[in-house]
Structures are given as structure tokens and as C-alpha cells.
């Protein structure tokens, strides 16, 4: 480079110290006070992950958020941050023989677990598979979007997914915030607070399950469920991924209940329970049943176990 | 105080020696800073709206953002092609250019970092990817990787450039023993870079055309024709524009570099076809992605 070379001197020479006195100055001015912001947004800025946060720490943002999600939305938040119940281990079953893909589950969990109505977001797809044609580890021979005027149709048979709440999760693995991670019940949540919506996580989910809030989420006042869980059907906010939880908010409980899409199933495919209690019937199922999992060559080793009964 | 204000008056000087230029120049800036303030525009309602303004969906959920991301850490890690004979062969015609390579290394690298922030959903979280005050995922994550050989990467091109141009604005030849490390970290630096970007989609299981071993050399070989390509064109525009000299020696050596990894380029991207496509009926998530 021929303009380099002519060794013109176009700034003179600094030393050392005067360029540490610069930097110095340079970034005390960074430190400009805050002013007059509103307390609540630098709290939610700063808040800390959730398994970092103790107790009181926990309970303070509950309070920042029940006041938060009172002038959004109007209604009264019942924020829980229930614990895994020890010596429980959840596992779900699912028996395709007797499942009619009539979506009531879809629907069921988008209106238990305050998922967006518009953009939708659905944790479960129902896939619509041609009978003795693919095997279902091929979810690209299925149909997402099917929409006869009757549900079952004569030559198809019908497979929901969702989380499968995998041993080992490929999602958790590759979050570069280790804002999802597995609890010791098996369930894979996410902290929506901590989440920077890179996306990697549905990258790595091989059964499609993470959803991403596109837009801004909308629910209609009403139609809000208001018995939430920190970690699983609370209001989210636009930029950041949700996903299935095998409903938290009601399975953690004492008395405990089972997940919206058992309890709406109409024709009782949909089984759940405690994989270490020999007694449940999930475990029935998978001693009694033919089970399999889907995708099992990748070892994702997953909790939802599918199989058809009749 | 004259000697603290210094470094400011350096730069004001030559902030002052930038903006002077002929009316073509001018009219260059005009043109880039139109097309920034459309993307400053554009980014603001994305902000405002969400990245639902992308047209990206949950079935495709990375698009135009990541691509171009992964193209420009190519185009980056490329520099390379000018550091080995410039320093490590003390090619003389290169030497003469190599800068401009690094210079188009942070420019890229930039760029990088910029359209993966574009990408996120809750980007003023960013910080959450940090250790210590964050939660950096690593090693575990190769995001994580990838954002520490990425800023690694620019901070390393970025004091070799800075190193040399001010020994040269003080009408010094720079010393090549403060140069010879930081050349030395930075030829593996720039493989890395790619590669790691590599291991980003490598790593995925679920993706069955993406979890192929050959992809990082295929990355880095596909690396070493298009960076390198869009140096020789970026040379032949600024060789007639201005009168900085380029020589064709470089051009033709940078030429044959290129050829010689489109060779390996076309090898490892039909390996890696033919491996795929063999079981392509039952191929799994992606291919149900369109």
C-alpha cells in the first residue's frame, strides 16, 4: 500500500499514561445516573436466574410481577414457584389406537396455559398420519394442518406431540444462558425472564415442542388463566421461547392434578403419573404395553411414552 | 491536560483526514447511510413489533439473520488467506494488501455480531450470555463458543490493525516481534472462528443434514473462496477508484489460493451430498421445514 509507505505524520505520539487517564475519564462518564426510570423495569432488567435467586429474592419479584401483570392485564395473578415434590419422576403415555386427533387437547393446554391466541402458539400438534404407509419417527410424511369436517378420518390415524420431557434434553444442552434447564421431577422448564430468544434451543429440539413468541403474546382478559406457575403458564412476553411443562402449576400441587390435556382427553389416550411408583399406571402401561419412544436412535431418552393399546 | 487531550486531538485529526473526499466519495456515504438508516428504521419496528416482522415462523425459526451471520464469520476467517503468505512467507505483494484484509476481517466480524444481535428475541438480555454476571452455558453450549472466538477475533484483528496503523501515523515501520504473536494466534484464531460456527449446526442431532462431520472443513473450504473472492473484487474496485496499488501478482496469487480450496470446497460438498441423499426418502425435521 503505497499510502502507507509514504510515512507521512498525520497525529503525534501518545505515551502510555495519558492514554489510561483517557480511558479512565472516558468511562466515568459512562456512569451517568439512572434519573427518574422506573424502578420496576431496572428490577426486571437486573433480576437475577431463577436457581441463583433465594427465597426473599424469589418472593420480591412475585410481588413486581403480580403488580406488573395487574395494570397489563387486569386480573389477579396467583404466582407460584412450587419445588419438585422429591421421589417424583413424571412420565406420560399416550395410546395412539385410541386417539381420534380431534385437537381438544390443543386447545385445552393453549386455554390452561395462557399461550398467545394471536399469533397462536400451540405446545401440542397433532400429526395426521396415513394408516401402514410411514413409520411416525418421519414427521415429514405426516399432515400438521389437517382439516376435515369429521374427526377420525377412515384411513389415517393420529399422533400428538409435545415436550417429551427428554432425560436427556438436546434444548437444555445448547442454551448459551442456561436459561432452560431439567428439575429433579423431569420436567425441562424455562425462566421467560432470563431467556435472550436465540433460538438454539428449537434448533435442537428434534420433536419441534419449543415455540417462540414472534409477536407480542394476546390473550383476551377473560379468557386468562389465572393460577399460574412462575415456570411454566405465566403470562409470557414477546422474544422468548415456552414450551409444554406437563403442567407445572397443577402437577406439582398437593392435592395434585393431572395435566389439562389428560384431564380433556374424550376418549382417554392420554396417561400420566410417577415413573418411580411402581403402583402408577404409567407404569402399568409401559410393563404392560408395547411402549416406544419417538426419535429413540437419537438418545434423547425421553418421558412420554407412546403405544397402542387395542 | 495537552498531553491527556492528545489522544482525542489525534482522533479529531483523523476524523478530519476521513471525511475529506471527492464528490464520488461523498456520494458513497450518502449511499451507505441510506441504507443504514433503513435498517435503523427497520430495526426500531422490529424492536417496537417483534421479530414476527421477519416472516419467520417456528418451522423455520432461523432465516436471512443467521445465514448471513455464519457467510460473514466465512468471510472473516478468510482474512487468513492473506496473513499466511504476508507474514508467515513474507510474500511481499500481499504484505502490501494484508492489511486491508484484516481491516475487511472487523469489518466482517462486525457485521457478525451485529446480525446475531438482530436475531435475538430479548436483546437488551444480552448480557445473560457473560460469565460471571451472566450465566454463560459453557462449554456445554456452542453458542458460547462461538461468542468467545468471535469477539476474541475482533479484539485480535482489531490491536494488529490498530498496532499498525499508528506506528504508521507516526511514520514508524511497525516492529515485527510485537507483530509475530499476534499473527501467530490469530491464523488458528481464524480457523476456529469458523469452525466452531461449524459446530453450532454440527452439534444438532435433530437436523440431520447439519449433524454431518464434514461440515467444519466444508465450512472452512467454502470459507477460503468466497472471502477471498469478494477481496479480489473489494481490490479491483479500490486498485481503479483510488491510488492505492495493488499488484496483480496479488491478485493472481489470491486467485490460485482460491481455486485451490474450491477443489477441496467441491470435494467435501459433494462428499457430503452423497453421503446424505442416500437415505434422503426418510430423511427426518428438515426436509418437513418447507
Given amino acids: ?310 | 491536560m495537552t498531553d491527556f487531550l492528545q489522544p482525542l486531538k489525534n482522533f479529531v485529526i483523523t476524523l478530519k483526514f476521513i471525511t475529506k473526499g471527492g464528490k464520488w466519495y461523498y456520494a458513497w456515504l450518502a449511499f451507505l447511510a441510506f441504507f443504514i438508516v433503513i435498517g435503523v428504521g427497520a430495526y426500531i419496528r422490529q424492536i417496537d413489533q417483534g421479530l414476527i416482522l421477519t416472516n419467520m415462523r417456528d418451522q423455520v425459526s432461523w432465516g436471512f439473520y443467521i445465514s448471513n451471520f455464519t457467510f460473514l464469520v466465512g468471510v472473516a476467517a478468510a482474512a487468513v488467506l492473506l496473513v499466511i503468505p504476508a507474514y508467515l512467507y513474507n510474500f511481499k505483494p500481499i504484505k502490501e494488501i494484508v492489511l486491508l484484509g484484516e481491516m475487511l476481517a472487523i469489518a466482517a466480524i462486525i457485521m457478525c455480531l451485529l446480525f446475531v444481535v438482530s436475531d435475538m428475541g430479548r436483546p437488551e438480555r444480552g448480557w445473560h450470555i457473560l460469565p460471571i454476571i451472566g450465566a454463560m452455558n459453557f462449554p456445554a453450549s456452542l453458542l458460547a463458543w462461538d461468542v468467545i472466538v468471535l469477539n476474541g477475533y475482533l479484539a485480535i484483528n482489531s490491536i494488529a490493525v490498530f498496532y499498525v496503523l499508528y506506528r504508521l501515523s507516526m511514520g514508524k515501520e511497525y516492529k515485527m516481534s510485537v507483530l509475530w504473536p499476534i499473527v501467530i494466534i490469530s491464523i488458528p484464531w481464524a480457523i476456529s472462528i469458523h469452525t466452531v460456527t461449524a459446530f453450532l449446526y454440527n452439534g444438532l442431532s435433530s437436523r440431520p443434514f447439519w449433524n454431518a462431520s464434514i461440515l467444519a472443513p466444508r465450512f472452512i473450504a467454502s470459507a477460503l473462496c468466497s472471502g477471498p473472492a469478494l477481496m479480489i473484487i473489494l481490490f479491483q474496485i479500490v486498485r481503479r477508484v483510488s491510488k492505492m496499488e495493488i499488484s496483480d501478482t496479488a491478485i493472481f496469487k489470491i486467485a490460485e489460493l482460491i481455486a485451490y480450496a474450491m477443489g477441496i470446497n467441491l470435494n467435501t460438498c459433494t462428499s457430503d451430498y452423497t453421503a446424505t441423499t442416500t437415505w434422503l426418502p426418510g430423511c427426518g425435521w428438515p426436509l418437513s421445514l418447507t
Avoid at chain 1, 428449537?202 to 415456570?231: D, I, S, T
Avoid at chain 1, 419417538?294 to 393399546?309: C, G, Q, R, V
Fill in chain 1, 1 to 310: 500500500m503505497r499510502k502507507n509507505t509514504k510515512k507521512k505524520i498525520v497525529s503525534r505520539p501518545v505515551d502510555r499514561r495519558s492514554v489510561l487517564k483517557g480511558t479512565v475519564m472516558g468511562l466515568a462518564s459512562l456512569a451517568i445516573p439512572f434519573g427518574t426510570a422506573d424502578a420496576s423495569i431496572w428490577e426486571s432488567f437486573f433480576q437475577k436466574h431463577f436457581r441463583e435467586m433465594n427465597d426473599d429474592e424469589k418472593q420480591e419479584v412475585i410481588e413486581r410481577m403480580k403488580t406488573e401483570y395487574a395494570e397489563e392485564y387486569g386480573v389477579d395473578f396467583n404466582i407460584r414457584t412450587t419445588n419438585p415434590i422429591p421421589g417424583v419422576l413424571f412420565g406420560y403415555g399416550l395410546d395412539l389406537s385410541r386417539c381420534i386427533g380431534c385437537r381438544r387437547c390443543v386447545y385445552g393446554c393453549v386455554k390452561e396455559n395462557n399461550q398467545s391466541r394471536d399469533p397462536q402458539i400451540h405446545w401440542i400438534s397433532v400429526l395426521q398420519f396415513e394408516k401402514g404407509h410411514k413409520w411416525v419417527n418421519i414427521f415429514e410424511e405426516a399432515t400438521k394442518y389437517y382439516n376435515p369436517h369429521e374427526v377420525p378420518e377412515e384411513d389415517f390415524f393420529y399422533m400428538p406431540v409435545q415436550c417429551q420431557q427428554c432425560e436427556n434434553p438436546p434444548c437444555v444442552k445448547v442454551c448459551p444462558t442456561q436459561a432452560t434447564w431439567k428439575e429433579r421431577d423431569g420436567i425441562t422448564v424455562i425462566d421467560y425472564n432470563w431467556c435472550i430468544g436465540c433460538r438454539y434451543c428449537m434448533a435442537a429440539c428434534p420433536y419441534g415442542a419449543r415455540h417462540f413468541n414472534w409477536g407480542k403474546p394476546r390473550v383476551a382478559k377473560e379468557e386468562l388463566n389465572p393460577e399460574v406457575h412462575y415456570l411454566g403458564n405465566r403470562p409470557r412476553m414477546k422474544g422468548v421461547v415456552e414450551k409444554c411443562t406437563f403442567c407445572i402449576q397443577r402437577t406439582r400441587e398437593n392435592p395434585g392434578r393431572y395435566p389439562a390435556c389428560v384431564e380433556i382427553c374424550p376418549v382417554g389416550a392420554r396417561k400420566f403419573g410417577n415413573l418411580l411408583d411402581p403402583e402408577s399406571e404409567i407404569r402399568y402401561c409401559i410393563e404392560n404395553k408395547r411402549v416406544f419412544r419417538l426419535k429413540e436412535d437419537l438418545n434423547t431418552s425421553p418421558k412420554f411414552y407412546y403405544f397402542f393399546a387395542t
